[in-house]
């Protein structure tokens, strides 16, 4: 079975730019989640879709955005980039989510860096 | 304020020696987990929680809900052990994840 996928692995952005970033989950997983890592606030929380819908949000702006297609793959869009916004970008799927307290199981990430 | 905290930050063992992280969270959970990151980036989950006590080869988890803490131990520790080990919570409000900064482990040979 492959596990999660995300693409691109890495890029390079400008300031004010916008990047899309896509995570393909294990096949039958209907939830993914995603999480923004960086060396000064470590790991966190930016959204979980389920079957389409949004399920939860972190504390993020509005610049952040996401969506989840029939197929479950889901994409992940950052606007008006700034150069904070540089972080690795990870996707996680499960089979039906945080509510049941499914094991979840991580992309290898995308690495952000916005100059 | 950081919902869950870690200790230790950093933690160097030598080859064989037994390993404790610990985790205490102030927000009320559905459940636990525990993370391992390799360098590069890589998440694994190694176990999920939500009561009690699990095992999965050399290690073991726990977590105590009424004192909200939890431990992940290493039975004879090995150099491929060496990686960040992260804490994560599942409020049960909001269904938002909460993670701790982590532990990084060196197992020297």
């Known amino acids: 079975k492959a596990g999660v996928t995300q693409t691109p692995r890495y890029l390079i952005k400008t300031r004010g730019q916008q990047v899309t970033l896509s995570c393909s989950p294990i096949s039958g997983h209907r939830s993914v989640s995603w999480y923004q890592q960086t060396p000064g606030q470590g790991l966190q929380f930016l959204f979980e879709y389920f079957s389409e819908t949004q399920r939860n949000k972190g504390n993020f702006p509005g610049r952040f955005s996401g969506r989840q297609f029939s197929n479950s793959r889901s994409e992940m869009n950052v606007s008006t980039l700034e150069l904070g916004d540089s972080a690795l970008y990870l996707c996680?799927?499960?089979?039906?989510?945080?509510?049941?307290?499914?094991?979840?199981?991580f992309g290898e990430g995308s690495w952000l860096t916005v100059v | 304020k950081n919902e869950v905290e870690q200790s230790p930050q950093n933690l160097t063992a030598q080859e064989g020696e037994f390993i404790t992280i610990n985790c205490s969270y102030s927000?009320?959970?559905?459940?636990l987990h525990w993370l391992q990151q390799h360098p590069g980036g890589g998440i694994v989950s190694l176990f999920m929680?939500?009561?009690g006590k699990k095992k999965h080869g050399r290690l073991i988890a726990t977590i105590n809900i009424q004192e909200k803490h939890s431990s992940l131990h290493i039975t004879a520790s090995h150099p491929r052990d060496s990686a960040v080990y992260i804490c994560a919570v599942l409020s049960n409000t909001g269904n938002q994840f909460y993670f701790g900064t982590g532990t990084s482990l060196t197992v020297i040979p």
């Open positions: 929680l939500s009561s």
């Open positions: 927000v009320g959970i559905s459940a």
């Open positions: 996680a799927s499960s089979p039906s989510g945080s509510r049941s307290g499914n094991t979840i199981y």
